[in-house]
T-cell receptor, first 112, second 116 residues
């Protein structure tokens, strides 16, 4: 089954404790992206990747890191999480034409 | 910059009512337009899309027409069902060749609740 998977689905952590949210897709897509969803703001792009070893900042990259060492994986790293990073996070992937992006189920992160 | 504005929700309707969710956009260049739907506890799914002016996207009884003259992409359905209750997002993507191609710019989302 073609899908984007994220882990964990739910995470509660404390300020400053490094964490990684994994994202994996099995559709051989070049393009992958991370978004955060906040009430009243819709989804905002954090980082994206056009292909392996090619990443770039989106609209709200502060406090986040990413890597793209393999085509299928695109982890999101929070080196020192803060409460303002409490949000719902979505990973997405798409074809070169980008006419459709496929979204993962989401990761709900709470930073205390 | 690019932006998408959706009508404010939440929207509450009775089953079989007519639905319209307004969406207007601002973009430099020629965007593709999308409607995504998010059911409770799930990720976003593409509902329909249109890639050029006057195109009509349709799926599951929903329709939206790309209106370049009014920069709009309103979502409509003639008869909603309880199972349509979800959050609906309008989004745009610049065509390939722009510096930000691939990125989706989303509206704030509209919560739809349909009662029996």
């Amino acid at each position: 089954e073609a899908q984007v998977t994220q882990n964990p689905r739910y995470l509660i952590t404390v300020t400053g404790k490094k964490l990684t949210v994994t994202c994996s897709q099995n559709m051989n897509h070049e393009y992958m992206s991370w978004y955060r969803q906040d009430p009243g703001l819709g989804l905002r792009q954090i980082y994206y990747s056009m292909n392996v070893e090619v990443t770039d900042k989106g609209d709200v990259p502060e406090g986040y890191k990413v890597s793209r060492k393999e085509k299928r994986n695109f982890p999101l790293i929070l080196e020192s999480p803060s409460p303002n990073q409490t949000s719902l996070y979505f990973c997405a992937s798409g074809t070169r034409e980008y006419n459709e992006q496929f979204f993962g189920p989401g990761t709900r992160l709470t930073v205390l | 910059g690019n932006s998408v504005t959706q009508m404010e929700g939440p929207v509450t309707l009775s089953e079989e009512a007519f639905l319209t969710i307004n969406c207007t956009y601002t973009a430099t260049g020629y965007p593709s337009l999308f409607w995504y739907v998010q059911y409770p506890g799930e990720g976003l799914q593409l509902l329909l899309k249109a890639t050029k002016a006057d195109d009509k996207g349709s799926n599951k009884g929903f329709e939206a027409t790309y209106r370049k003259e009014t920069t709009s992409f309103h979502l409509e359905k003639g008869s909603v069902q309880v199972s349509d209750s979800a959050v609906y997002f309008c989004a745009l993507r610049l065509c390939a060749g722009g510096t930000s191609y691939g990125k989706l710019t989303f509206g704030q989302g509209t919560i739809l609740t349909v009662h029996p």
